[in-house]
């Protein structure tokens, strides 16, 4: 195994496999990329309705996709709990509560703001009956419960 560094910094670990090269392409597990984190402080700025942060967050995972695609960003590994096999991960949406938690990152919201629009989320949510990424729940109930991430599986067990 060779090692690929940047200064101090390991960017990736190289493994040869029958004269192939196996390099990670990216940083997998981030969710808020620095032009996102721009984007965001800028619609910050004009103080947002909730609806308005829905169609944002949409907006993001949307362009976060983009720029996975675009930089051949792989998704993390994973060992699937329905299947038990290795996949690519899908990474979950962007979701209203991640947008709240990415402002405090960039210092845009201190902690007790935090806090308070967190729970003003939380009370919207309920008012609206809407899920954790601000769609209606089809049935009324709050669906805490995420669906299998592994689409494998059903397909194998169709």
């Known amino acids: 195994m060779w090692r690929i560094a940047r200064g101090d910094r390991v960017i990736a670990n190289v493994t040869t496999q029958k ?3 196996s390099m990670p392409s990216g940083d997998a597990q981030r969710a808020w990329f620095p032009e996102m984190l721009a984007e965001l402080e800028r619609f910050w700025s004009n103080n947002p309705n909730w609806s308005e942060v829905i169609t944002f967050c949409e907006r993001m995972t949307s362009l976060r996709s983009d720029i996975r695609d675009q ?4 998704s993390p590994m994973m060992t699937c709990r329905s299947c038990g096999k290795k996949h690519a991960m899908t990474l979950p949406p962007i979701s209203p509560r991640s947008l709240l938690f990415a402002l405090q990152k960039i210092d845009a919201i201190a902690d007790e ?28 109930a709050d669906n ?13 067990s169709s």
């Open 144 to 156: 805490k419960t995420q669906a299998s991430a592994c689409h494998r599986a059903e397909q194998e």
């Open 71 to 74: 930089r051949d960003i792989r």
């Open 19 to 21: 004269d192939t090269f």
């Open 113 to 140: 703001e935090l806090k308070r629009l967190d729970k003003e989320w939380m009370r919207y949510r309920k008012t609206e009956n809407l899920d954790a990424r601000g769609h209606r729940n089809a049935d009324g």
